[in-house]
């Protein structure tokens, strides 16, 4: 079983800044994709960032581009997101998911359970 838990969640001002963290654990043969997705209430799961196994590859979604940024530490199986000049809007629930192998298994999706983003001021 792979483990994500997730942390840097809070409560910030329009305009501020926070810095999410997801870290893997467990019996992990390989990590491939590592992504946050966000849900707001009432509203559908939706991707925000994504990073393939190369560090180099992201891709984030045009509402959040040029203020979210996406990196990863393989060698701490870590990804992170960084969020500036936030927007009310970005209020949500922030969730890790990524597709990883254990040992002696196939290829699997895995979720944090989740970290609140509350933009207010």
């Known amino acids: 079983q792979v483990q994500l838990v997730e942390s840097g969640g809070g409560l910030v001002q329009p305009g501020g800044s926070l810095r999410l963290s997801c870290a893997a654990s467990?019996?992990?043969?390989?990590?491939?994709?590592m992504e946050w997705y966000r849900q707001a209430p009432g509203m559908q799961r939706e991707l925000v960032c994504t990073?393939?196994?190369?560090?180099?590859?992201?891709n984030c979604a045009d509402s959040v581009k040029g203020r979210f940024t996406i990196s990863r530490d393989n060698a701490k199986k870590t990804v992170y997101l960084q969020l500036n000049s936030l927007k009310p809007e970005d209020t949500a629930v922030y969730y890790c998911h990524t597709i990883a192998r254990t040992y002696g298994s196939s290829w699997s999706h895995y979720w944090g359970q989740g970290t609140q983003v509350t933009v207010s001021s």
């Open positions: 990073t393939a196994t190369s560090i180099y590859s992201t």
């Open positions: 467990g019996n992990i043969f390989s990590i491939s994709t």
